[in-house]
């Protein structure tokens, strides 16, 4: 069994986009365009480097993901910021390990699947627009919530919550959606988090201050699979 999968077809270009991004991109590029035409040297400058850097905030470069039985990966790109067990959540009920990734503006902010699963329910919910980095954003703070339906009966909720400057969520699946790991199924737009909430006796190989990518690191493996062969668990490819 090879030991990385492609989940979706590769992109055909140098330097993907994401979708979403396309409306900034080129409506910030034609005004460059327009301002040089009129000469207008430091505006046009300003301008072009705006562009740049809406191009680098929604890149989407293509990801090979483990292929390790049981393996969770990573949903978003960043830094964890809380791993731990909770007793009370609105995305779960009875006792939950929660993993709290931060994205900063230099982060990639397209977000995968952590695992293959069903899309039992997408719950959006308008909100308040904290630091994504605090506590009370996790609920107080516009977020979308996706739960799936993996085997044996588990779940798992992933959680796009919005940030300080965050204005718009982006998530493109549905309920009844079969999803694989890896997969590409939102975006949030200028910082934000995500939490992910897994069942409580899930054994986790993060710890706070790491730094993930998401497909690409496992944040751990469910205990079925433990004694099977897989890359290290909680290390980047």
């Known amino acids: 069994m090879s030991k990385f999968v492609w989940p979706e077809r590769s992109s055909q270009v140098a330097f993907p986009v994401a979708p979403a991004g396309y409306p900034l991109l080129l409506g910030c590029a034609f005004t460059t365009a327009i301002l040089a035409l009129l000469e207008l040297t430091v505006p046009a400058l300003i301008g072009l480097m705006t562009t740049f850097c809406i191009c680098g905030f929604f890149r989407d470069p293509d990801r090979i993901i483990p292929n390790a039985q049981g393996a969770v990966v990573s949903p978003a790109d ?31 902010h397209v977000n995968r699947m952590p695992y293959d699963a069903r899309v039992r329910q997408v719950c959006y919910s308008p909100g308040k627009f904290f630091s994504a980095n605090l506590d009370k954003a996790s609920v107080r703070n516009e977020h979308n919530a996706v739960f799936l339906e993996i085997e044996n009966g588990g779940e798992i909720c992933v959680v796009q919550v919005a940030g300080l400057i965050a204005r718009r969520i982006i998530c493109k699946v549905a309920v009844g959606d079969q999803v694989v790991r890896g ?55």
């Open 78 to 108: 960043g830094k964890v910021i809380a791993v731990g067990v909770i007793d009370d959540s609105p995305f779960s009920s009875g006792t939950t390990l929660k993993i709290s990734i931060f994205m900063s503006v230099f982060n990639v």
């Open 183 to 237: 997969q590409r199924f939102g975006l949030i737009c200028f910082g934000s988090r995500v939490d992910v909430y897994l069942p409580g006796d899930f054994t986790p190989a993060v710890a706070v201050g790491d730094k993930v990518k998401a497909g690409t690191f496992i944040l751990g493996q469910f205990a079925k699979s433990e004694k099977r062969e897989a890359i290290d668990v909680g290390k980047e490819i």
